[in-house]
Structure formats: structure tokens, C-alpha cells
């Protein structure tokens, strides 16, 4: 399986669930996961065989409630984009009223990562259990 | 079942599918149409009950093929934001490599619409048959 590079800087891979490799953005700001579907060629949701559209939504509710309980964000941001990297790829990103982008999305033209301090990101990712 | 005022503002009521009553944005630069499910107080895809989570997708997934081979968009963008609207309504937008806000998404903290003239939407919502 290839996973573009792109998807890969500045990011941490955690675990593969049944459909997705699941990566954690080093972004201080939010809490930032993204999932893969570990399928080739493939660009579109729609493009999936209809059981991983199915495991899609489902790792896309069990990831979104786990950042929502262990992080109690305001509001999960959920997108599949792919403008920039056609590789499907699904952001799963706990968002806070204190935020510095707060309403708006964090997809913004201007946007540059605010990483962890790498201390910080350690302790972070060992308390992130994802079975 | 209520949907939000500031869903339909600038948008044509489609129709009604399993889950979801679709919408139309009067956005001329691109393909756009929200998905709202028609299940009251959800705010998060995971609090869907789970055979509304496989409709979601499946809406998503047929809404998306429709934008691709009717459009021919170059990319298809989907996602669940809510920061502003919190009632659970997804975005699937066809995407144009000349489109004024390519490769960004089109969630830009200055986005405003631009609508389309009145004829050439009504020409257009003429043919869009979602069934």
C-alpha cells in the first residue's frame, strides 16, 4: 500500500483499523486526525466498494466520538478534500470556540502548522489509545 | 423535523432522500450542494444512530457520482463542518482547477457568495434530476 508522501510529513502514524491507517497531525492548535483508507487508487468516496464506505463512516464516528471524549473539543470538523493530495484521506479535527480560527474552518489559503513542542507531543501520544 | 434558517438562506430546496433533504447553494464558481438529515438534534455524524450513518454515506457517496459525471468537477470536496450551524449538514462540492479558490477549499474566512443570474439557474436547476 502507498501512502503519499505528503499525507505523511508532519504527522505521526498511529494504527491501522480495519479500513484506515490513522495519523495524528503535529498541529498544537486542534486536535488533528486523519485516516486513509488503506485501498489504492482511490480518489473519491465514492469510489470505495460500498462494505469500506461502510467501515469509512463507521471509523469516521468512532474516531470523531473519541476526540470529542477525550479532548471535549466544541465541534468536530470532518473533510475529505483532496485538492492538493488526490490520495483519499478523511480529517477528523477537534476544533475549540478559542481557537485561532474559530468559526471558520482551518482550511485556509494562509494556513501554516503550529507544531508541538516535541516534549509536549511525546507525553501527548502516549496517552492516545486507539485499540 | 426543523432545519435551520441559515441552511436554506441562498440555497433551493432539491428533494428528499432516505435520509437526507438535499440542497441546491446559488454559487455560480461551483458545484455545491449540502445534504441535511432529517433526524432532529444531531449535531455530530457519530450521534446518528448507525443505519443513518450508512444512508449518510451512501447519500454522499451517490450525491458525489452525480457532481462527477454530470459536472465533470475535477475534484469532489466533502465535509461536516458546523462551526457556525451546528445541525448536522455535509458539503459536497464539485471542484474546478480554475475555479478562483483552487487548490484551497472554498472554506475561506472571506467567502462570500456569488449567485448565479437568475435564468441561468433556473436553465440549470431544470436539469438536475436527483430522483
Given at each position: ?52 464506505q ?28 483532496g ?22 474552518s ?26
Amino acid at each position: 500500500m502507498i501512502i503519499d508522501e505528503r499525507l505523511r510529513v508532519g504527522s505521526i502514524e498511529l494504527c491501522d483499523w480495519k479500513l484506515s491507517r490513522i495519523f495524528f497531525k503535529n498541529e498544537s492548535r486542534f486536535i488533528w486526525f486523519t485516516l486513509v483508507p488503506l485501498i489504492n487508487d482511490t480518489v473519491e468516496i465514492y469510489q470505495l466498494p460500498q462494505e469500506a464506505q461502510q467501515d469509512l463512516i463507521h471509523e469516521i464516528s468512532v474516531l470523531s466520538k473519541y476526540v470529542k471524549d477525550r479532548f471535549q473539543p466544541d465541534k468536530i470538523n470532518v473533510g475529505a478534500l483532496g485538492n492538493i493530495v488526490p490520495q483519499l484521506h478523511v480529517h477528523v479535527i477537534g476544533r475549540f470556540r478559542n481557537d485561532p480560527f474559530w468559526p471558520h474552518s482551518i482550511w485556509q489559503e494562509n494556513y501554516s502548522p503550529e507544531p508541538y513542542q516535541e516534549s509536549a507531543l511525546l507525553a501527548l501520544l502516549k496517552t492516545i489509545h486507539l485499540g
